[in-house]
């Protein structure tokens, strides 16, 4: 079991930076690839970037290419995804989601479904 808590969201202009965490409480969480998906109000949960266990591999949307980082540090079982040139499209509920992967260089796609997700931290963009 695997649980997970994301933090670092809040209130930013247009523009503007945010960094994003996602804390895991399994000891061995880099036998874990994890994504980010987010939530708009009245939208679909979409996929916005994924990480291999070894963090050699990484997976992006398109609309986030570029102007998000998604990365993690297994010493601290934590993935974090920064987030420049904030637009207000970009507000949402983010989620972290994880899922135990057979190979340090697997990068699940952006319809494979995750075992284990966290409750969500609110981004809001200001235009």
């Known amino acids: 079991q695997v649980q997970l808590v994301e933090s670092g969201g809040g209130l930013v202009q247009a523009g503007g930076s945010l960094r994003l965490s996602c804390a895991a409480s399994?000891?061995?969480?880099?036998?874990?690839?994890v994504g980010w998906f987010r939530q708009a109000p009245g939208k679909e949960r979409e996929f916005v970037a994924a990480?291999?266990?070894?963090?050699?591999?990484?997976y992006y949307e398109d609309s986030v290419k570029g102007r998000f980082t998604i990365d993690r540090d297994n010493a601290k079982n934590t993935v974090y995804l920064l987030m420049n040139s904030l637009r207000p499209e970009d507000t949402a509920v983010y989620y972290c989601?994880?899922?135990?992967?057979?190979?340090?260089?697997?990068?699940?796609?952006?319809?494979?479904?995750?075992?284990?997700w966290g409750k969500g931290t609110q981004v809001t963009v200001s235009s």
């Open positions: 990480i291999s266990w070894s963090g050699g591999n990484l």
């Open positions: 399994k000891r061995h969480f880099e036998n874990y690839a």
């Open positions: 989601a994880a899922r135990p992967v057979a190979s340090r260089d697997i990068v699940p796609g952006p319809r494979v479904p995750y075992n284990y």
